[in-house]
Each structure stands twice: as structure tokens, then as C-alpha cells.
């Protein structure tokens, strides 16, 4: 008899080509981003979201990150995608987060002094709190976080985010355990443009740091 971990989820955030959606849905992904905010260079008009969204097979989770944006604006996103799960990655309070009835994920910049456990606490009707770094801007610039900075017993689901790629995502898995992991420009080869070899290596990555876990858990259980 053996001991499993928990599967880590893989979201890859930041799709604006067709062919990125079913690179991702090749590689076993379990969700991938929308970006709903004009700033960003992987910004999408609504018609080009849907039509994204739409190349989803079932049980593949069409997410949409707002920052800062107008309750109108996430209602459309939500009229126009009906199975959207929404991100938020700017100042929104949790009424701003929890106003469209749906299932959402918060952002956290993580920083020093910055107290995760209030933060989640605060949010606590999230399916998940995202940890990112603390950057100018908003997003994490494609940038890593000091990881230890996460405090153990904080009381939502944790995806890790900020700076990962193939290389260190199996690390991240392995030092956080977290429910899952965000990526977006560790799988680029330009801004908005992705790369399908580098989204196969990421998710392998972390079936990798998966089957680590659940050896350990194995051997610890005889």
C-alpha cells in the first residue's frame, strides 16, 4: 500500500493564440489565464476571449484576471464566458471580488511585513489566495519571491506564482506544496507568446516534483 500526494494544478496564464490554448490543453494543464486589463501586453479585447475560451475541452478552467477594473467590466467578462473563474490582481476589496457570485482567486504581493494570514483571512470566501511578487506595477513582473516568506497555517489554498519556470517550479512545489502553480512568462518566447515545448517542460516539472512527493509520502508511510 502507498501513500499519494495531492496533484499539483497548472495554470498558464496569459494565452492570446489559439495555438498557446491547445499547447497548454496538450500539456495537461488544468486552467489557463485570460488577462482582462489594458495595461498589459497580454491584454484581450472580449471577443478575442471568448473565442479562446471556447477552444476548452470540459474540466478545463477558463480564468480572467481584472486589476482595478469596473464591476461592468467583470459582468461582461462573465456574460460573455460563462464558466469564468475571476482573478484579481489589484486593490480590490473582498466585496469587489465576491459582487459577481462567482468563484474567485486573490492576489497577494508578497513582500516583507506583508501579513499573509490577515490577507487570507480578509478573503476567506477565495476558492485561493495567489502569491506573486511585489513589484512596481501590477503582476509580477516575471519575478521570484523570497518563498520563505510564506508562513505556514494560512487558512486558503495557496497558488504559487512569480518567476517560475521549468527550471525552478520543482523546487517551489517541493518548499510550498502548494494547491497550484501560475505561470506566464517563465513559458514565452516574447510577451504574450508562448511557447509549447516550454509549457510541456513546465508541466513535466511539476509531475515531476509530484512523483517526489508522493515517493516521500510513500517511504514515510512504511
Request: with cysteine; proline share 5%; net charge negative.
Amino acid at each position: 500500500m502507498s501513500m499519494k500526494t495531492p496533484r499539483t494544478r497548472i495554470k498558464i496564464c496569459g494565452l492570446t493564440r489559439e495555438a498557446d490554448v491547445d499547447a497548454a490543453v496538450e500539456a495537461g494543464a488544468d486552467a489557463i489565464g485570460l488577462v482582462f486589463y489594458a495595461e498589459s501586453p497580454r491584454s484581450l479585447d472580449a471577443e478575442r476571449a471568448v473565442a479562446l475560451a471556447r477552444r476548452l475541452p470540459p474540466f478545463v478552467t477558463p480564468v480572467g484576471l481584472f486589476v482595478n477594473a469596473t464591476r461592468a467590466q467583470v459582468e461582461a467578462a462573465c456574460t460573455a464566458i460563462p464558466a469564468l473563474v475571476l482573478q484579481f490582481h489589484g486593490d480590490e476589496s473582498p466585496d469587489d471580488c465576491e459582487f459577481a457570485g462567482r468563484p474567485y482567486l486573490r492576489a497577494a504581493r508578497m513582500a516583507p511585513g506583508f501579513d499573509l494570514l490577515d490577507f487570507a483571512s480578509q478573503f476567506a470566501n477565495a476558492q485561493a489566495v495567489l502569491l506573486d511578487a511585489h513589484v512596481e506595477g501590477y503582476g509580477g513582473g516575471g519575478k521570484v519571491f523570497d518563498w520563505s516568506l510564506v508562513p505556514s497555517g494560512v487558512t486558503r489554498p495557496l497558488v504559487l506564482s512569480g518567476g517560475l519556470n521549468a527550471a525552478n517550479v520543482t523546487d517551489g512545489v517541493l518548499a510550498l506544496r502548494p494547491w497550484a502553480v501560475d505561470v506566464s512568462s517563465g513559458v514565452e518566447s516574447a510577451k504574450g507568446i508562448k511557447d509549447a515545448e516550454a509549457i510541456r517542460r513546465f508541466c513535466q516539472a511539476v509531475r515531476g516534483a509530484d512523483a517526489l512527493l508522493s515517493a516521500q509520502a510513500a517511504a514515510g508511510f512504511r
